[in-house]
């Protein structure tokens, strides 16, 4: 049966869908920290470490380094990336918004003193891209034109996977005595995104123009654009504070 306005079915799909979203995330979180704590010694006075404040391309916010000996590191972070810009996918233009928060778990290697080192691990995502269009003109969607109010809003979401491995390499010690910097350039391999769509015109409904907005999905899901969220580009500047 279809909820109606007003209908307490509806409210509780909507509740329900929230807290499957909150679930989700946390899981993801949860997952990050227990990684992280496979590496934690029993006591963290007893170990070598640094915290670092970081900027770039998934974000702002902050690592935590071990050193386990002069060749090896571990280092865990997450930041966060408030960040929109408006992008044009299968002829249409959107508000994108990035994923957000992000961050990495990898083993850092220093194959010859602490200046340069080669880095392997995990990315991780606790978000996914979204993009959203308020339709004022028509608009062609797959391979038919519609009214601006057949279409109403259109919002969407670039589902990528959780986790991806990265491979990269960096500049600069974590684990450097006092106040440094440190760059790190990479690529996280993800695999390519689920594009999700619905929207709320008159049409939303229409067995045709529901048709039409699944060839729209595969047209975003080629389009060049969304290959950015595929293999993620990482550039960061870290900022050691300890």
Not at 63 to 90: C, H, K, Q, W
Not at 131 to 153: C, E, K, V, W
Not at 209 to 230: R, T, Y
């Amino acid at each position: 049966m279809t909820p109606v306005r007003g209908d307490p079915c509806a409210d509780l799909t909507e509740r329900d869908a929230h807290e499957i979203e909150v679930d989700r995330a946390m899981r993801k979180l949860l997952f990050f920290v227990c990684t992280l704590t496979l590496f934690l010694p029993v006591s963290l006075e007893a170990q070598n470490y640094r915290f670092a404040a970081k900027v770039g391309t998934i974000g702002v916010g902050g690592d935590i380094t071990f050193g386990l000996n002069d060749y090896f590191d571990v280092r865990g972070g997450l930041a966060f990336l408030p960040y929109e810009r408006d992008m044009t996918l299968s002829d249409i233009e959107y508000a994108v918004e990035f994923p957000s928060p992000n961050g990495l778990v990898v083993l850092d290697f220093f194959p010859a003193g602490r200046r340069a080192r080669l880095t392997g691990g995990l990315f991780y995502s606790l978000g996914d891209a979204k993009f959203s269009n308020s339709a004022l003109s028509i608009t062609r969607i797959g391979a038919r034109d519609y009214l601006p109010l057949d279409i109403g809003i259109i919002t969407g979401e670039l589902k990528n996977s959780d986790l991806a491995p990265y491979f990269g390499i960096g500049l600069g010690d974590p684990m450097g005595i006092g106040v440094g910097f440190f760059l790190d350039v990479g690529m996280a391999f993800r695999s390519a995104p689920e594009v999700t769509m619905k929207t709320t015109g008159f049409k939303k409904n229409d067995a045709d123009f529901l048709q039409q907005l699944e060839a729209e999905k595969k047209a975003i899901a080629e389009d060049s654009d969304v290959k950015f969220f595929q293999n993620y580009l990482v550039i960061s500047l870290g900022f050691r504070i300890r």
